[in-house]
C-alpha cells in the first residue's frame, strides 16, 4: 500500500465506521470485503482448521457490527483492530479446543463397565440418596446444590436466601453426617 492509498483507506476507514455506527449493513459489507480475507488467513494460521477460522471471522465481524464505536482510529488502522480481534478470538479458540480435548481424553468412551462395577455404582448411589434422605433439609438442599449443581458457598447462599456462614456450616455439618452414614458403605 502506497502512502497516499494508505492515507485514503484509513479516511474511508473512518468513514466506513461512522455509517457502521449508523447501522449501515453495506458499510460493513464493504469492510467485510476489504479486510475478510486478510482476517481468515491469519485465524487459519493460528487453528489450523477452516471451519474455526471461518468462525473466528464472523464472530469478529458480528463483534464489530454490535459494537463498532470500540474501533478508535487514533490508536491504528482498522484493518489492525480487525486483525487483533481476530487473533485474540483465535487464540481463544485453541485454549478451548485444547481444553476440551484434555475432558474428552481424560473420560475413554470405549470402557464399559461390568456388570460388578454397574451394581456397586446402583448400590453405592442408592445409599448415598439415602444418607441425604437423613440429612434435615437445610443441609440437604446445600449440599445438593454445591456438590451436585456445582455451585459455591457464595451462590449457594444466594440461590437459598440464605447468610453465607449458614450454608458453610449446613455443609459441613451435612458433610461430617454423610461421612458417618457411608463409613461402611466405601469398604
Do not use: C
Request: hydrophobic share 40%.
Amino acid at each position: 500500500m502506497t502512502p497516499s492509498t494508505h492515507g485514503e483507506a484509513t479516511s474511508s476507514d473512518a468513514a466506513l465506521v461512522a455509517r457502521i455506527i449508523d447501522g449501515d449493513q453495506d458499510a460493513l459489507e464493504t469492510v467485510f470485503n476489504r479486510y475478510g480475507g486478510a482476517i481468515e488467513s491469519m485465524a487459519l494460521r493460528v487453528l489450523r482448521n477452516e471451519t474455526l477460522a471461518e468462525d473466528v471471522v464472523q464472530e469478529v465481524f458480528v463483534g464489530f457490527w454490535n459494537a463498532p464505536e470500540r474501533y478508535d482510529p487514533g490508536r491504528g488502522s482498522l484493518r489492525t483492530f480487525l486483525i487483533t480481534l481476530a487473533h485474540r478470538r483465535a487464540v481463544d479458540t485453541v485454549r478451548s479446543e485444547e481444553a476440551r480435548f484434555k475432558r474428552e481424553e481424560r473420560v475413554p468412551r470405549d470402557v464399559v463397565p461390568s456388570i460388578d462395577e454397574e451394581v456397586w455404582a446402583m448400590a453405592l448411589s442408592d445409599s448415598v440418596r439415602a444418607a441425604l434422605e437423613d440429612l434435615n433439609e437445610g443441609e440437604r438442599e446445600a449440599i445438593a446444590l454445591a456438590y451436585f449443581g456445582g455451585l459455591s458457598y457464595v451462590e449457594v447462599a444466594a440461590r437459598l436466601d440464605t447468610p453465607e456462614g449458614t450454608v458453610k456450616s449446613r455443609i459441613r455439618s451435612g458433610m461430617r453426617k454423610l461421612s458417618v452414614s457411608l463409613a461402611g458403605v466405601a469398604s
